[in-house]
């Protein structure tokens, strides 16, 4: 049974960092994509970044050259470095890892807050 926890969030000043982490435990899948998804109060819940398994990324409009994500194929561990936060990136943080077959898998989410 695949797990998928999430570690990082916390609250942070505008204008400050932080990095959340992603490992998908549990088998031997690997996984053909790796990302983020976040859902802010009252809004759907929309892609952040992804990763994908021959290194390829894509970002949000709205967090391109401020977030950057990563990930160490040998762990199954997925990275958002978020930089220059903004009170607008406030949002429950998802991860999702999506197998070669076409599932997806995701974490319960962690609260990230921005505010000063």
């Known amino acids: 049974q695949v797990q998928v926890v999430e570690s990082g969030g916390g609250l942070v000043q505008p204008g400050g960092s932080l990095r959340l982490s992603c490992a998908a435990s549990g088998g031997s899948m690997w996984f053909n994509s790796m990302g983020w998804y976040r859902q802010a109060p009252g809004k759907q819940r929309e892609l952040v970044a992804a990763i994908f398994s021959g290194g390829r990324t894509t970002y949000a409009d709205s967090v391109k050259g401020r977030f950057t994500v990563s990930r160490d194929n040998a762990k199954n561990t997925v990275y958002l470095q978020m930089n220059s936060l903004k009170p607008e990136d406030t949002a429950v943080f998802y991860c999702?890892?999506?197998?070669?077959?076409?599932?997806?898998?995701w974490g319960q989410g962690t609260q990230v807050t921005v505010s000063s």
């Open positions: 999702n890892a999506q197998s070669i077959g076409g599932i997806a898998y």
